[in-house]
T-cell receptor, first 114, second 114 residues
Framework: AQSVTQPDIHITVSEGASLELRCNYSYGATPYLFWYVQSPGQGLQLLLKYFSGDTLVQGIKGFEAEFKRSQSSFNLRKPSVHWSDAAEYFCAVNSGAGSYQLTFGKGTKLSVIP | DTEVTQTPKHLVMGMTNKKSLKCEQHMGHRAMYWYKQKAKKPPELMFVYSYEKLSINESVPSRFSPECPNSSLLNLHLHALQPEDSALYLC?????????????FGQGTRLTVV
């Protein structure tokens, strides 16, 4: 069965600092990988996705992520964090041999110090 | 229009009440989903509709009854809920229900069962 691990429950960074949120997945074949962001009490917004091709993907709001098959990782990065980036971030994997089976990690809460 | 609209945004209901959550999208998506999200947890899949037919039911109790009247609408009928059913209920849609599909989420309905 597929699974997603986000090792960091809570991360605090200063505004303007760089950010990396970790995500590891477990799945035999090439997974379809996603990062979503959720502000308190809100729905989920897709930041970026990886299906195939270039392993460095660019997303919205200045985020990027790199797929590393050898490490089974899909870490999210941003060079300079803004206070508005404070939110919950979910990594997710979808597989299932053609059928829908989106599995979320437990999430990483990002706090930003002004 | 890339929105998934959910109504109501907040709902308080008693354990003997019957209520419905509504979800609407006009992106021409043929797959729609209900998720349940408890506080500080990731979303958990409840139901998947594909081409207006129920394709996945993740062993959800019968007090939750989904309905897909047409390709744009998805309802979740609630009856005899328990306090532990209090959660954020998220609706999502995607082009189809394949693994390489991107899901768009609504803002959710915050449900409180008293």
């Amino acid at each position: 069965a597929q699974s997603v691990t986000q090792p960091d429950i809570h991360i605090t960074v200063s505004e303007g600092a760089s950010l990396e949120l970790r995500c590891n997945y477990s799945y035999g074949a090439t997974p379809y990988l996603f990062w979503y962001v959720q502000s308190p009490g809100q729905g989920l917004q897709l930041l970026l996705k990886y299906f195939s091709g270039d392993t460095l993907v660019q997303g919205i709001k200045g985020f990027e992520a790199e797929f590393k098959r050898s490490q089974s990782s899909f870490n999210l990065r941003k060079p300079s964090v803004h206070w508005s980036d404070a939110a919950e971030y979910f990594c997710a994997v979808n597989s299932g041999a053609g059928s829908y089976q989106l599995t979320f990690g437990k999430g990483t809460k990002l706090s930003v110090i002004p | 229009d890339t929105e998934v609209t959910q109504t109501p945004k907040h709902l308080v209901m008693g354990m003997t009440n019957k209520k419905s959550l509504k979800c609407e999208q006009h992106m021409g998506h043929r797959a729609m989903y209900w998720y349940k999200q408890k506080a500080k947890k990731p979303p958990e899949l409840m139901f998947v509709y594909s081409y207006e037919k129920l394709s996945i039911n993740e062993s959800v109790p019968s007090r939750f009854s989904p309905e897909c009247p047409n390709s744009s609408l998805l309802n979740l009928h609630l009856h005899a809920l328990q306090p532990e059913d209090s959660a954020l209920y998220l609706c999502a849609s995607s082009q189809d229900h394949g693994a390489d599909t991107e899901a768009f989420f609504g803002q959710g309905t915050r449900l409180t069962v008293v």
